[in-house]
């Protein structure tokens, strides 16, 4: 099953700076998925990109997609104190039960 | 409106113990029901998966089991708990096609 491999595994920023992440997987899929965790908290999926589409936006968030690549990035723009958390990609298989495998994740900082 | 039910929030079970973790979601029908657990400080392991009553597959051989009584109900068992069991479990639901994973809010079980 396919599993995201986020990096960095840890970023620090100040408040009001964009911060990027970034995904790899391994095999061919329907569609890619980001995912928030607050500390102590369930996940939270932020936005899902399918794989014909290039780019998408969702208020702060811009996500970005190469499938010839195998590879997908996460933007936040003008981060505040309250986006510190956990950000997980997770790309999905078309086939199969849908089961969504996760990376380590990227442990973001914001410092105000 | 769709949610899901996830208890307790936290549990101290003794090594050898038994172990009973209910998910239940509700306002959707048929969803794909997965159990993941989450080591402090690490990503998500995928532990259980079903995509309907009575089905489950199982991703990690370990001393866990689980069973789908009813078609929004998802448990978590163990006969006899380690302290490798200890972490912090969540369920989560999706529907096939549509959309990401929702998760519960978790249960952060010690093992002692």
């Known amino acids: 099953s396919q599993q995201g491999e986020e990096d960095p595994q840890a970023l620090s920023i100040q408040e009001g700076e964009n911060a990027t992440m970034n995904c790899s997987y391994k095999?061919?899929?329907?569609?890619l998925q980001w995912y928030r965790q607050n500390s102590g908290r369930g996940l939270v999926h932020l936005i899902l990109?399918?794989?014909?589409?290039r780019e998408k936006h969702s208020g702060r968030l811009r996500v970005t997609l190469d499938t010839s690549k195998k590879s997908s990035s996460l933007l936040i723009t003008a981060s505040r104190a309250a986006d510190t958390a956990s950000y997980f990609c997770?790309?999905?298989?078309?086939?199969?039960?849908?089961?969504?495998?996760f990376g380590q994740g990227t442990r973001l900082t914001i410092n105000p | 409106s769709q949610t899901i039910h996830q208890w307790p929030a936290t549990l101290v079970q003794p090594v050898g113990s038994p172990l009973s973790l209910e998910c239940t979601v509700e306002?959707?029908?048929?969803?794909?029901l997965y159990w993941y657990r989450q080591a402090a400080g690490r990503g998500l392991q995928l532990l259980f998966y079903?995509?309907?009553?009575?089905?489950i597959s199982s991703e990690v051989p370990q001393n866990l089991s689980a069973s789908r009584p009813q078609d929004r109900q998802f448990i978590l068992s163990s006969k006899k708990l380690l302290l490798s069991d200890s972490g912090f479990y969540l369920c989560?639901?999706?529907?096939?096609?549509?959309?990401?994973?929702?998760f519960g809010s978790g249960t952060r079980l010690t093992v002692v």
């Open positions: 095999t061919s899929i329907n569609n």
């Open positions: 990109i399918r794989s014909n589409e």
């Open positions: 079903s995509v309907g009553i009575g089905q």
């Open positions: 997770a790309p999905q298989e078309a086939q199969g039960a849908q089961k969504l495998v």
């Open positions: 306002g959707t029908s048929n969803p794909n």
């Open positions: 989560a639901w999706s529907v096939w096609q549509v959309g990401g994973y929702t």
